[in-house]
Antibody, heavy 116, light 107 residues
Framework: QVQLVESGGGVVQPGRSLRLSCAAS????????MQWVRQAPGKGLEWVAH????????YYADSVKGRFSISRDNSKNTLYLQMDSLRAEDTAVYYC?????????WGQGTLVTVSS | DIQMTQSPSSLSASVGDTVTITCRAS??????LAWLQQKPGKAPRSLIS???KLQSGVTSRFSGSGSGTDFTLTISSLQPEDFATYYC?????????FGQGTRLEIK
């Protein structure tokens, strides 16, 4: 069955970097676009970034543009989110999701806390 | 950016009731609309895509309709496991945006 497992979250100081990973299994990873979505504590969902199945197209929310970078390694069935210059407002649970023409399958999420 | 507005923000209902949640887009999005369910402390679960297409494994008590700017999610014969927060989401173009959520509570 489809499985997405995020990792790499934790507590980090403002201005520092963190890289999240999303390990995919149970489907042909290289055939699907992927997304990152986050949810601040007690808040709603915020889309973060998109990457096409082959990595050629990438889109970012304005709130993370220039600081976050989405990438993928299809040989390792893994999606990444490199997060630089982290701010307190980036504190959230980060979810990866498989996207098939609007049909999304979600991972369980990883918590990122930005605090001094 | 396209703004998604859900109503109501919260809703109380009883087991066995039928409820409807509405979602309005600030501009036309064709049928590029999804509905999600989220329970406390859990990841979201996608229920419906393309405004009315039920995702695999989702009970037929959930149904969606609409096109353009106005959409609805209907849940019939409410069951205890349906009490959760529901979000609409457009994917017509980037940036993708979500509604603010509708919290469905047991009366």
């Amino acid at each position: 069955q489809v499985q997405l497992v995020e990792s790499g979250g934790g507590v980090v100081q403002p201005g520092r970097s963190l890289r999240l990973s999303c390990a995919a299994s149970g489907f042909s990873f290289s055939g699907y676009a992927m997304q990152w979505v986050r949810q601040a504590p007690g808040k709603g969902l915020e889309w973060v970034a998109h990457i096409a199945y082959d990595g050629t197209n990438k889109y970012y929310a304005d709130s993370v543009k220039g600081r976050f970078s989405i990438s993928r390694d299809n040989s390792k069935n893994t999606l990444y989110l490199q997060m630089d210059s982290l701010r307190a407002e980036d504190t959230a649970v980060y979810y990866c999701a498989r996207d098939f023409y609007g049909e999304w399958h979600w991972g369980q999420g990883t918590l990122v806390t930005v605090s001094s | 950016d396209i703004q998604m507005t859900q109503s109501p923000s919260s809703l109380s209902a009883s087991v066995g009731d039928t409820v409807t949640i509405t979602c309005r887009a600030s501009q036309a999005i064709n049928d590029n609309l999804a509905w999600l369910q989220q329970k406390p402390g859990k990841a979201p679960r996608s229920l419906i895509s393309a405004a009315s297409k039920l995702q695999s494994g989702v009970t037929s008590r959930f149904s969606g309709s609409g096109s353009g700017t106005d959409f609805t999610l209907t849940i019939s014969s409410l069951q205890p496991e349906d009490f959760a927060t529901y979000y609409c989401q457009h994917y017509n173009r980037y940036p993708i945006t979500f509604g603010q959520g509708t919290r469905l509570e047991i009366k």
